[in-house]
């Protein structure tokens, strides 16, 4: 590329962006301020006297091991044991890329009440790895309860990215009461949700579907049981569509983009969607941290297909012809991609050309 305009960055700061109205469709924390620089003091103090006692005896590589399988509060309350403590603590790049690039992760993990729920590795693993766990797109989002990434396609249409109140998993996974104690609750922050942002129900408790069907398959034996179960406490057809919706698996074919696989039919609607979910940065291997990247071409697409003015060979060209049109393209519009990703898109994107026409001259 050697025009100017069409250098990578000039690129992304004309056709990027990050729409508001779906970062704000989740869980917003405010990311508390960053924490001082502890290092020169830390210096200072380096010869101060300090034990672990008994685990003084592990080898670091072990202490390492250990302190990765600890939860976030652990490893906290670990670092204020003892100033060594703290120093290990300090030390481990896991817990210090966790801190430095998704504080408001942690953040948001403690308010909803799931801080003891997963590991620093976990976390750590979650944070640089770009691609979301149930498709082949990048994953913008974490789901906090499972701590997957995901895509916003994933988040709506995926059952196992959502969350349900406890009462509804007792229906559609024949739990019992009892049986629902032994279930990780989210504790819903309160404010607003969704691309409408309705507010949320108060005081109100959420579990997950997939630790409830979990759950629900050990307590009834297998999927058909789990499917009888259900039928039997599901008293109206609705019911039961919503039922085997979530105990269903997602039509996901490996290596192809979901979007564009046949419509699935009504998909049920999630009453608490964006409640257990929050924008997550990746760390890629090289240290370079990604935010998700939208694109303004693909917004100009939808735009003009609303009004009747996307030219029919462009849609034919983007839209399989079993699928939404507006479905496709709604997805197209909402989807966060990497750098590099979207560096790739915009060459064939219709919308894209129309704001940057010297990209038609970019050949792959
Ligand atoms: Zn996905
Ligand atoms: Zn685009």
Known sequence: MSNPSLEPEILISRLSHRPRHLLRAMITVTAPPKPPDSTLADRLRTDRVSSLGILDRLPPEIMSILLGMLDIQSIVRFASV??????????????????????????????????????????HTALRTGRCATCTEYGAFLFLPTCERCCWECLRYNPSLRVLLPKEAKTY????????????????????????????????????????RGLGLMVQGSTEKLAQAMARRCKSTSLLVVGRYLQGEPAVSQGQDSLLLPSQGNIPTDNFFGMASIPFPSLSKSGRIEDGLWCRGCEVTLRRYDSLRLPRDMLAAVVPSNCEPQRVLLGLERRARSKQSFLDHIKHCYGARQLVPELATVND
Request: include cysteine; charge should be positive; aromatic fraction near 8%.
């Open 82 to 123: 003892s100033f060594r403590g703290n120093m290990f603590v300090q030390s481990q790049r896991a817990y210090r890329d966790l801190v430095v690039f998704a504080p408001q992760v942690l953040l948001a993990l403690g308010r909803v009440g799931l801080i003891g729920l997963h590991s620093v590795v976990e976390l």
């Open 173 to 212: 996974f024949g739990l019992s009461e009892r049986h629902l104690q032994r279930l990780p609750t989210l504790c819903v922050i309160p404010g607003n949700y969704g691309i409408s942002a309705d507010p949320a129900p108060e005081h109100c408790r959420l579990v997950s579907v997939k630790a409830a």
